[in-house]
């Protein structure tokens, strides 16, 4: 069974540029969830995507915005960049959601702004 | 927020003595998990404990919760240098639909 599927892994944007990020979770999975970690602040949940609807959002300006497509795959877009962008951004999947049980991480696309 | 503090921030042992790794927080929950981190990589799920249990193995992990303190240990006997990595809890809030929440975790470097 393969497992969550991010893309791309790495990639470099300047101030101002946007950028769109992919995750493909592992088959029947039905719920991605987005995080942003960085050295200083840890784990930061973003979103929660289920059947196309977004059920959780974190605190995070309107600038992040995602969507999830009919066959669960995700995307995470990031307007008009700012160098605090700069960060992992993990994708996890589950079978019925976040606090029923295990996520399954992808390895993570590193955002790199200058 | 209900986030899950890890304690130690950095751990450093030998190879082959145990490593102990706490968790707080703040409100009642439904479970608890353990994650793993090697540096720059995805997480990878360890264990859950639910709230109605007190103690649970896997392997070489301990994981112990005590409701009443709002706090769980993860043990690692006769650690191994590939635990080298950072290790995070993260918890629920105990009802509904909310996300999980990650502590900042702690990172183990096993010497060899």
């Known amino acids: 069974k393969a497992g969550v599927t991010q893309t791309p892994r790495y990639l470099i944007k300047t101030r101002g540029q946007q950028v769109t990020l992919s995750c493909s979770p592992i088959?029947?999975?039905?719920?991605v969830s987005w995080y942003q970690q960085t050295p200083g602040q840890g784990l930061q949940f973003l979103f929660e995507y289920f059947s196309e609807t977004q059920r959780n959002k974190g605190n995070f300006p309107g600038r992040f915005s995602g969507r999830q497509f009919s066959n669960s795959r995700s995307e995470m877009n990031v307007s008009t960049l700012e160098l605090g962008d700069s960060a992992l951004y993990l994708c996890a999947s589950s079978l019925l959601g976040q606090n029923t049980g295990e996520l399954f991480f992808g390895e993570g696309s590193r955002l790199t702004v200058l | 927020s209900q986030q899950g503090e890890e304690d130690p921030q950095a751990l450093s042992i030998q190879e082959g003595e145990n490593a102990t790794m706490n968790c707080s927080y703040k409100?009642?929950?439904?479970?608890l998990q353990w994650y793993r981190q090697n540096s720059g990589r995805g997480l990878v799920h360890l264990i859950l404990?639910?709230?109605?249990?007190r103690e649970k193995h896997s392997g070489r992990l301990r994981v112990t919760l005590d409701t009443s303190k709002k706090s769980s240990s993860l043990l690692i006997t006769a650690s191994r240098a590939a635990d080298t990595a950072s290790y995070f809890c993260?918890?629920?809030?105990?009802?509904?639909?909310?996300?999980?929440?990650f502590g900042k975790g702690t990172r183990l470097s096993v010497i060899a």
């Open positions: 088959s029947g999975h039905r719920s």
């Open positions: 404990i639910r709230s109605n249990e």
């Open positions: 993260a918890t629920d809030a105990g009802q509904g639909n909310t996300p999980l929440v």
């Open positions: 409100t009642s929950i439904n479970n």
